[in-house]
């Protein structure tokens, strides 16, 4: 079965360069979310969106933004990178009325030198 | 969300049943629970949900005690593939995820 696809896999970047991490829903899921997983730490929601429009929103930076495409595919960029920023960027949708089950991406390890 | 409280750590015996308790005393009556685990570095992944009823599905059973102050999440047959970190959510938005501090399950054979 198709899952859920995250590009790239692993990123370096150093301290204040931009990263644009991106992210291809199952097909037919409409519905986008991003998390962000430190090292140790619980994944912790950034933002979500539903039909390209934002449906929530949680701890993002104002450094970070995001959106989803005509094709339901999503963009996470971030600008002024910080070492804080090292973590795994996990990726998840989620079909079309059924968002209380959300499937991942393998993630995107970004790590800031 | 209500808040959860999980065990910090549990090991179970290989083929062995794995019972992972959960306690949300605060859990309001629009609230659901769920369950999600994440094995090393991978992405969280769906187990179940329920919201009174006990539910089953091909992963895990969900038992929810009557006054839905809390569950636990059962693994008939553990397996050592079923080493993860296991995380129960008790959500009413059907947006974020809000992940606290899970179960380490250790199976051992």
């Known amino acids: 079965a198709a899952g859920v696809i995250q590009s790239p896999r692993h990123l370096i970047k150093e301290k204040r360069e931009t990263a644009t991490l991106k992210c291809y829903p199952i097909p037919r899921h409409d519905t986008v979310y991003w998390y962000q997983q430190g090292p140790g730490q619980d994944p912790q929601f950034l933002i979500s969106f539903y039909e390209k429009m934002q449906s929530d929103k949680g701890s993002i930076p104002d450094r970070f933004s995001a959106q989803q495409f005509s094709d339901y595919h999503s963009e996470l960029n971030m600008s002024s990178l910080e070492l804080g920023d090292s973590a795994l960027y996990f990726c998840?949708?989620?079909?079309?009325?059924?968002?209380?089950?959300?499937?991942f991406g393998p993630g995107t390890r970004l790590l800031v030198l | 969300d209500a808040k959860t409280t999980q065990p910090t750590s549990m090991d179970c015996a290989e083929g062995r049943a794995a019972n992972l308790p959960c306690n949300h005393s605060?859990?309001?009556?629009?609230?659901?629970v769920y369950w999600y685990r994440q094995i090393h570095s991978q992405g969280p992944q769906y187990i179940i949900h329920g919201l009174k009823n006990n539910e089953t599905n091909e992963m895990a059973s969900l038992i929810i005690t009557e006054d839905r102050k809390s569950s636990t999440l059962i693994l008939p047959h553990a397996t050592l593939r079923d080493t993860a970190v296991y995380y129960c959510i008790v959500r009413v938005t059907l947006n974020k995820l809000v992940f606290g501090a899970g179960t380490i399950l250790r199976v051992k054979s």
């Open positions: 605060t859990i309001s009556g629009n609230e659901y």
């Open positions: 998840a949708s989620s079909l079309p009325g059924q968002q209380e089950t959300q499937y």
